[in-house]
């Protein structure tokens, strides 16, 4: 499917059609790809890589129940240096910690400190982010060391951008515990913070060395956040892949129901659209805005509500829906494309429209959509649907009485 990107006042920065893959219907079992030379044991995982320029692209592992030898030699081959400090949150570090604390330490020759920090959306602040720097230089570490994210979004994002900017740029490797970090936040190098104007709007590009997934640690985590990183699962077969999309509407249940093989396929196939994205367009100039469907609509939603009340994904989900009425609108979609996305939402468990005590007005959400990352000189730009199943626009060339209905259509909402 083709992914257009329309910028207005600028010249057309990318076309993007996606290589032919199988039907994954067809393809329920992959060939699984392992790298480690002499495993204990041979747990069956697959390889996606993120292809770079000079010389830094880095494999996604995606496998399950992975032994201690395994997780040990495939985590310190990409530790260059002798010491190494994990962040984490207060939830994930009784889980977690000591585990991969003493499988990179191993037999010797890499010290292994931690900082934990507290657990939350509303804590992915610089303040917070802080800590890591400031527990970095009490521990006296230099440029040869590795910092690990051990946790979900909030963590990869915070520990990347620290790991970016401590003496301006140290290694770092992410090992997501959640959905939503393993099929979108851990991939492609987008790191930062919140500031209390805007979500993310601190931060930068730093690729990490490696993503880490066993899908084994999925079994603890709950199941609002299950649902919540599914909305990023979804998202991939609107914009670029309609078969995976297809595939979605009749294997959801087995989603939802923790199922092994079909868990490991989504991630899998979100992570390779995530890294054909990011090797075509790192930086964002375009064609990587397409990733943000609905996410404009969501940052306002999180902001106006106040982060922590909404789960990342759930925002997205509102405004996945907001963005496919606001094409419907236009007439860009195909009939009973939007009805759809709202089936599938709702099969997820995920909000598709504000709750009746949403703080959210028109107001709100113009201000706040106005300080998007993707306003350029002044103009909004949306990622929108157009066209068949799995193609998307990025433009500022949208009708916005369109975009206002849209906005007061869902507002009317909360009091109807």
Known sequence: MKCAIFLPLLPLTTAFTPPRRPHPLQQTHLPMVSTSPTPTTATPYDIVRVDLADGRDYPIYVGSDFSDDETSEMLRRHICGKRVLIVTNERIAPMYLKKYHDLIEGEGGIRVDSVILPDGEEYKTFEVMSTILDRALELGLDRKSTFVA????????????ASAIYQRGVN???IPTTVMAMVDSSV??????????GKNMIGAFHQPQCVFIDTSVLETLPDRELKSGLSEVVKYGLIRDAPFFEWQEENMDKLLKRDAEATRYAIKRSCENKAEVVQADEKEAGMRATLNLGHTFGHAIENGSGYGYWLHGEGVSIGTVMAARMSERMGWIEPGLRERIVRILEKADLPVKLPKDSPMTVETFNKLMSLDKKVADGQLRLILLKGELGSCVFTGDFDVDALQATIEEFVKDISA
Not at 150 to 161: E, N
Not at 188 to 197: A, E, M, Q, R, Y
Request: charge should be neutral.
């Open 150 to 161: 051990l946790g979900g979004g909030v963590i990869g994002d915070m520990v990347g951008f």
């Open 172 to 174: 770092f490797i992410q």
């Open 188 to 197: 492609g190098g987008k790191t930062g913070v919140n500031h209390p104007l």
